[in-house]
């Protein structure tokens, strides 16, 4: 328990028993791609929203539309994921924190201004719906057992969306000509795509087939 006060004394005397990976991170998604765009504005990269890009156009293709590209990603399936976001200025946290849960595995991560993210559940289902009553209370209650200052939260948003992903839920990326698709990505998200970028670029710059 002492070190689990360390690590957050936020947490302090609430759990026994705790894992503790040292080199885990995080990132916020829309922080990054914030980051992300000014990057490739930087490099001198494009971008176009107006959808008048048409394939053949340029040397690559590179597909990464996710659960649009499932006409030809014939595999996909979809996973339905839901999560909220809660603001709760009388808790900090300084990583990750995974519960346990009978059904579902729930993570909650700090951001900026004491916002946590909480998410995510995991329904084997392409229902684009708005979040269930299920799943919203599922999450809350899973918050407020970490710590019950939760209960005073602010809820500032709640969100549903649906992960494309393979049978194995592994993510791929595979080449037919010039197009190149990258999809699957599951729950991996960031945490895999630097390593799928990277399969692009030596494919498109020739260190692989």
């Known amino acids: 328990m002492d070190d ?20 885990e991170g995080h990132v916020d998604p829309r922080v990054a791609l914030v980051r992300l765009k000014e990057r490739l504005l930087t490099l001198g990269g494009h971008i176009r929203l107006d959808h008048s890009v048409v394939e053949g156009q340029f040397d690559w293709t ?43 595995p729930i993570y909650i991560v700090p951001r900026e201004n004491h916002v946590f993210m909480v998410g995510a559940t995991m329904v ?11 799943a919203m209370s599922e999450l809350l209650n899973a918050l407020y057992t970490l710590h019950p200052a939760f209960a005073e939260a602010e809820i500032i948003e709640a ?38 970028a990277r399969e692009v670029a030596d494919i498109i710059f020739g260190q692989s087939v």
């Not at 990326?173 to 960031?190: A, D, K, L, P, T």
Request: some cysteine.
């Open 159 to 196: 969100n549903a969306g649906i992960r494309p992903s393979y049978p194995d839920n592994v993510p791929r990326v595979h080449c037919e000509g010039r197009r190149i698709s990258v999809n699957g990505m599951y729950r991996h998200g960031f945490l895999l795509s630097p390593a799928r």
């Open 62 to 104: 590179v597909d990464c539309t996710g659960m649009q590209a499932r006409d030809t990603e014939t595999a996909l399936r979809g996973v339905r994921g839901e999560m909220i976001l809660v603001r709760c200025p009388d808790v900090t946290l300084h990583r990750p924190v995974r519960m346990l849960h009978p059904r579902i």
């Open 124 to 134: 084997e289902s392409d229902d684009s719906r708005e979040i269930t009553v299920r």
């Open 4 to 23: 689990i006060a360390a690590l957050e004394p936020d947490l302090a005397g609430r759990f026994e028993k705790a894992l503790f990976f040292a080199e």
